[in-house]
């Protein structure tokens, strides 16, 4: 067996023990040695690597057996010490999140940016994003496992460059690179969508399931669209040229569905104080409306799910996912949106697929992208190498 075999079966015994660790979220080195069937000293010595580089924890002492004997210490990953960084890039607005080596939210935070259509000022708003981050939460950069950034458009993720944008009217322009040589850390770019769908895998609403779809959905006054990231047999599913997803789909924008809507007002609960300021209504006021109960709102997102049903039953059947994940801001509207996405699939989709296919909305709502940009890095790291029969002889 040559050195580099050994190297990579050493790697995914880590990674296999590391992903027991994280699944379990308790477990002891004997229950590892007997599920992955590795040998009691192979499990001590991955064990003791692990802990020397603080990615898992002693949690105590667990119950002995019916036999009797000493006690098993219990391992679990690390919650201080091992972080993720994600950056979600928009037009005017960075969202920043820290995720432990659970995924669970350390740090949140939105900024306010104008990248005045200049690469170099992107860049650097991103640099002062992350630096922030380590700034106030004391961190050192070896705590860092990695920055993940999301952003709109198509993105080359095996060159690291975005091909096209409504971020910058430059085309084919390169991220990893300038980011990476400034904090000399693994940095992983990719479409928000994609990233949100990698989070619902993780941490989100569609936690270990094979196959499922995200829609990131972003609404505003003038502006309304979607992207689709789709996860096949667990694994994230790109294209051909990274376009998978990009349907460039319209749909109604704030602007046109209130101005339409502006004789009812009076009848909201909440929208009724912006009749006079019409543009002042953002998608938060929206969400927060249709959760008191207002009339507009409520139409207002039931618009929305019947157009969001009619346009993507068709392309939904084609995949026939377990798991239909909505996330963005729009995604804390609850029922008020998923329901008239209902009605429109029961009308559109074959019975076998309709009723078998749950819809969810992502927790995270408006960091929904941000710790999908992490979980880009928590996919990565956890990721156990896949073996080529032919190069590795055991």
Same mark, same amino acid.
């Given at each position: 067996?040559?050195?580099?075999?050994?190297?990579?079966?050493?790697?995914?015994?880590?990674?296999?023990?590391? #992903?027991?660790?994280?699944?379990?979220?308790?477990?002891?080195?004997?229950?590892?040695?007997?599920?992955?069937?590795?040998?009691?000293?192979?499990?001590?010595?991955?064990?003791?690597?692990?802990?020397?580089?603080?990615?898992?924890? /002693?949690?105590?002492?667990?119950?002995?057996?019916? /036999?009797?004997?000493?006690?098993?210490?219990?391992?679990?990953?690390?919650?201080?010490?091992? *972080?993720?960084?994600?950056?979600? &890039?928009?037009?005017?607005?960075?969202?920043?999140?820290?995720?432990?080596?659970?995924?669970?939210? +350390?740090?949140?935070?939105?900024?306010?940016?104008?990248?005045?259509?200049?690469?170099?000022?992107?860049?650097?708003?991103?640099?002062?994003?992350?630096?922030?981050?380590?700034?106030?939460?004391?961190?050192?950069?070896?705590?860092?496992? $990695? =920055?993940? &950034?999301?952003?709109?458009? &198509?993105?080359?993720? #095996?060159?690291? *460059?975005?091909?096209?944008?409504?971020?910058?009217?430059?085309?084919? @322009?390169?991220?990893?690179?300038?980011?990476?040589?400034? @904090?000399?850390?693994?940095?992983?770019?990719?479409?928000?969508?994609?990233?949100?769908? &990698?989070?619902? /895998?993780?941490?989100?609403?569609?936690?270990?399931?094979?196959?499922?779809?995200?829609?990131?959905?972003?609404?505003?006054?003038?502006?309304?669209?979607?992207?689709?990231?789709?996860?096949?047999?667990?694994?994230? %599913?790109?294209?051909?040229?990274?376009?998978?997803?990009?349907? #460039?789909?319209?749909?109604?924008?704030?602007?046109?569905?209130? @101005?339409?809507?502006?004789?009812?007002?009076?009848?909201?609960?909440?929208?009724?104080? %912006?009749?006079? #300021?019409?543009?002042? =209504?953002?998608?938060?006021?929206?969400?927060?409306?249709?959760?008191?109960?207002?009339?507009?709102?409520?139409? %207002?997102?039931?618009?929305?799910?019947?157009?969001?049903?009619?346009?993507?039953? %068709?392309?939904?059947?084609?995949?026939?996912?377990?798991?239909?994940?909505?996330? $963005?801001?729009?995604?804390?509207?609850?029922?008020?949106?998923? /329901?008239? =996405?209902?009605?429109?699939?029961?009308?559109?989709?074959?019975? =076998?697929?309709?009723?078998?296919? +749950?819809?969810?909305?992502?927790? *995270?709502?408006? *960091?929904?992208?941000?710790?999908?940009?992490?979980?880009?890095?928590?996919?990565?790291?956890?990721?156990?190498?896949?073996?080529?029969?032919?190069?590795?002889?055991?």
């Amino acid at each position: 067996m040559q050195t580099g075999d050994i190297k990579l079966i050493k790697n995914i015994n880590v990674r296999l023990v590391l #992903n027991l660790i994280r699944k379990h979220e308790s477990i002891s080195a004997a229950e590892l040695a007997k599920i992955t069937g590795m040998r009691p000293s192979t499990i001590s010595n991955i064990v003791k690597e692990l802990l020397e580089k603080e990615l898992i924890v /002693k949690q105590g002492k667990g119950e002995s057996t019916e /036999k009797g004997g000493k006690r098993p210490i219990l391992l679990g990953l690390n919650t201080e010490g091992k *972080y993720f960084i994600g950056l979600d &890039i928009e037009i005017g607005m960075i969202t920043v999140v820290l995720l432990d080596l659970t995924g669970q939210i +350390e740090y949140k935070s939105k900024r306010k940016v104008d990248f005045k259509d200049d690469l170099g000022i992107l860049v650097q708003e991103i640099i002062d994003s992350v630096n922030c981050v380590i700034d106030k939460q004391n961190l050192e950069k070896e705590e860092i496992l $990695g =920055i993940g &950034i999301a952003i709109a458009g &198509i993105v080359n993720i #095996n060159d690291g *460059y975005v091909s096209q944008s409504d971020i910058l009217s430059e085309t084919n @322009f390169s991220l990893l690179e300038k980011i990476e040589k400034q @904090f000399d850390i693994p940095v992983m770019l990719d479409n928000n969508a994609n990233a949100s769908a &990698i989070g619902a /895998k993780w941490v989100g609403a569609a936690k270990e399931c094979n196959n499922f779809i995200t829609i990131l959905i972003e609404i505003e006054q003038n502006v309304g669209g979607l992207g689709i990231g789709l996860i096949l047999n667990g694994e994230l %599913y790109k294209g051909a040229t990274f376009g998978a997803g990009e349907l #460039n789909i319209k749909l109604p924008t704030l602007h046109d569905t209130i @101005f339409t809507q502006e004789v009812l007002l009076e009848k909201g609960i909440e929208l009724k104080k %912006y009749k006079q #300021n019409l543009k002042d =209504i953002d998608i938060d006021i929206m969400v927060k409306a249709v959760k008191m109960g207002d009339e507009v709102a409520k139409k %207002y997102f039931r618009i929305l799910g019947n157009r969001l049903g009619k346009m993507l039953a %068709y392309p939904i059947s084609m995949v026939n996912p377990e798991k239909l994940v909505i996330a $963005g801001e729009v995604a804390e509207a609850g029922d008020a949106l998923i /329901k008239p =996405i209902e009605e429109q699939f029961s009308l559109e989709m074959l019975p =076998i697929i309709e009723e078998n296919l +749950e819809i969810v909305t992502n927790q *995270y709502g408006k *960091y929904s992208v941000a710790i999908g940009a992490a979980s880009l890095i928590i996919d990565e790291f956890f990721k156990v190498p896949v073996v080529k029969s032919s190069k590795v002889k055991v």
